[in-house]
């Protein structure tokens, strides 16, 4: 039963520490999926990438978070200072032909 | 801009009444149509899609939605409800460009928040 992995699961931190989370996704699937939810904002989409290129990460603060792909078993985000109004859940989803698959999400704390 | 509403926010139910939880689009062109649930704690999961075909989809757990293209809707639908439905509900649609591909991004509706009551 392939599904999406998210590593670490939980995650406490510090405000300014930096934070990298990781996501494998389903092997075939094209297209990767950076998602944040929160009570106040629901959820956003962050990031994606098609064949392992960036297609849009409109939805990311440049400033402070990086998304990227190493290759097609792994995607990265990682935020940089961390701050807390980034605590959130972060979910990663891989799709093929458009339906998402969502992987359990990083639990983000920032204090 | 294609947007994504979901009229309900917050619907409270009672065990065995029927569900209706609306979602509507904002583009005549083609579309993919999605449901996805969200229980406490958990990850979004599949619901029911739609590609293309018979209107009314049937996905787990007894939902149905059904696409009224004139009214750019699909509506979740569960003829009696159980205490465990209770959960976040999300409507997503995919895009499809005037050049004919698919954008392969969702756009999320804000979630229905479903609590049903024993």
């Known amino acids: 039963d392939a599904r999406v992995t998210q590593t670490p699961r939980d995650k406490v931190t510090e405000m300014g520490q930096e934070v990298t989370m990781r996501c494998q996704p389903i092997l075939g699937h094209n297209t990767v999926f950076w998602y944040r939810q929160t009570m106040m904002q629901g959820l956003e989409l962050l990031a994606y990438?098609?064949?392992?290129?960036?297609?849009?990460d409109s939805g990311m603060p440049k400033d402070r978070f990086s998304a990227e792909m190493p290759d097609a078993t792994l995607a990265t985000l990682k935020i940089q200072p961390s701050e807390p109004r980034d605590s959130a859940v972060y979910f990663c989803?891989?799709?093929?032909?458009?339906?998402?698959?969502f992987g359990p999400g990083t639990r983000l704390t920032v204090l | 801009a294609q947007s994504v509403s979901q009229h309900n926010h917050h619907v409270i139910l009672s065990e065995a009444a029927s569900l209706e939880l609306g979602c509507n689009y904002s583009?005549?062109?083609?579309?993919?149509l999605f449901w996805y649930v969200q229980y406490p704690g958990q990850h979004l999961q599949l619901l029911l899609k739609y590609f293309s075909g018979d209107p009314l989809v049937k996905g787990i757990k007894g939902f149905e939605a059904e696409f009224i293209k004139s009214k750019f809707s699909f509506n979740l639908r569960k003829p009696s409800v159980q205490w465990s439905d209770t959960a976040e509900y999300f409507c997503a649609v995919n895009f499809h460009m005037n050049y004919g591909g698919a954008t392969n991004k969702l756009i999320f509706g804000t979630g229905t928040l479903l609590a049903v009551q024993p």
């Open positions: 583009y005549g062109g083609t579309v993919n």
């Open positions: 989803a891989s799709g093929l032909g458009g339906e998402q698959f």
């Open positions: 990438f098609r064949n392992r290129a960036p297609l849009d």
